[in-house]
Every structure is written in C-alpha cells, then in structure tokens.
C-alpha cells in the first residue's frame, strides 16, 4: 500500500496520560499536515512540515502537543496530559512540492477517545 | 480571514435523484477550490478541483464551478446512486498549498 499509513487507528486512553500518533507518508513527498477533526466538524488544521522543518503551527496546538518529522520521513505528534476535549480523530496528510500541486493525499486518521 | 461555508446535512435523496451542495468561501488571496469525500471508516479522498475562476471540476458524474462573482464553488450530480452516500466537503487552499481550509462538511444519505 502506497498510501498515506496513519497508526494506531483508534486510541483509548485515560485522562492525563500522554499519547503518540505515527504518521507514514507517501513516500518522497516533502510535505506532512495534520489536522484534527471533531464529530460533525470538518478537519481542522493543526501543523504543517517541509521536510524536517515544522514550518506553521495553528493556535490549536497547545503546549501539551508536540509533533515531530525528524528526518523528513515519518511524523509523531503526542499530546501530554489528555484531556476529555482532545477526544478526536486525528488526520494526517501528504503531499509533494510541485509546481502548481494542489492535492494532499490523506490518510484513514487515528480515533482518539479520552475517557 | 480564510473560511468556507456549506449547507448543512443530513440531505436525504433517492437514486437517480440530482444533487446539489452548496459551498461559499471567502479567502485573503487567490484561493483553490476543492471537494473531498469521506466514506464511513475512511479517510478524506479528493473528489475534485479548480484553481482558477470559471474553471469546472469534474470526477464520477460530479461536477463543481468556480464562481469568483459568487465566491462559490456548489457541487452537483445529475443522477445519484446508493454508493454516493458518505461525507462531503468543501475546501481551499491558499498560496503555496500549506494549508487546507475545510467547511464543516455535508452528510448524503441515497435511498434506493
């Protein structure tokens, strides 16, 4: 499968534990998004990488969230001390540095459920 | 700023019935219109495009306009089947493609 590969694609977790998405993908594009999306919303943008440089980050992404490409390839995004309101299904996506690209390919997402 | 707007669901149609999904935007630049598709446990697929005013995105039956007087950017089929049932959203993309703007999406229920 050559797709974007989000795991694991559903978490649950207690309140106040930390949890970690990976994000795989497609090979040899340089650009990774993630996105968060809440039932009955549309997705939500969260951060964005070229390559290994986390180039923009939404006000969404609290101190309790962290993400990471460290060589350009796979992407992790933790978020400390889980609260209720982080219960969301989180998406990744890729794309490549083209001209005139206009498309991100997105993965199937990670379900997190904090109980 | 940069939002897209789009008729909320559930819309409920029978087969071969038409299909009409409002969507509007307002973006600070020059914007890309897009339509994604999210089937049930699946995740966002790209339905189709345009990325400049006047042009028509087309893919299985659907098409979309890109209105620049409107700013809209309305997704249409003639003729919907039971299989066309999932989530549908409307998005934009400003400048360099860094960024995805998405409505808050559209739920289609088809009827056989």
């Known amino acids: 499968d050559t797709g974007v590969s989000q795991n694991p694609r559903h978490k649950i977790t207690k309140r106040g534990q930390n949890v970690t998405f990976r994000c795989d993908p497609i090979?040899?594009?340089?650009?990774l998004y993630w996105y968060r999306q809440t039932l009955g919303q549309g997705p939500e943008f969260l951060t964005y990488f070229q390559n290994e440089a986390q180039l923009e980050k939404s006000r969404l992404l609290s101190d309790r969230f962290s993400a990471e490409r460290p060589k350009g390839s796979f992407s992790t995004l933790e978020i400390q001390r889980t609260e209720q309101g982080d219960s969301a299904m989180y998406l990744c996506a890729s794309s490549p540095t083209l001209a005139g690209n206009t498309e991100a390919f997105f993965g199937q997402g990670t379900r997190l459920t904090v109980v | 700023g940069n939002s897209v707007t789009q008729m909320e669901g559930p819309v409920t149609l029978s087969e071969e019935a038409f299909l009409t999904i409002n969507c509007t935007y307002t973006?600070?630049?020059?914007?890309?219109l897009f339509w994604y598709v999210q089937y049930p446990g699946e995740g966002l697929q790209l339905l189709l495009k345009?990325?400049?005013?006047?042009d028509k995105g087309s893919n299985k039956g659907f098409e979309a306009t890109y209105r620049k007087e409107t700013t809209s950017f309305h997704l249409e089929k003639g003729s919907v089947q039971v299989s066309d049932s999932a989530v549908y959203f409307c998005?934009?993309?400003?400048?360099?493609?860094?960024?995805?703007?998405f409505g808050s999406g559209t739920k289609l229920n088809v009827k056989p």
């Open positions: 973006a600070t630049g020059y914007p890309s």
């Open positions: 345009a990325t400049k005013a006047d």
């Open positions: 090979s040899e594009h340089n650009r």
């Open positions: 998005a934009l993309s400003i400048y360099n493609f860094n960024k995805f703007y």
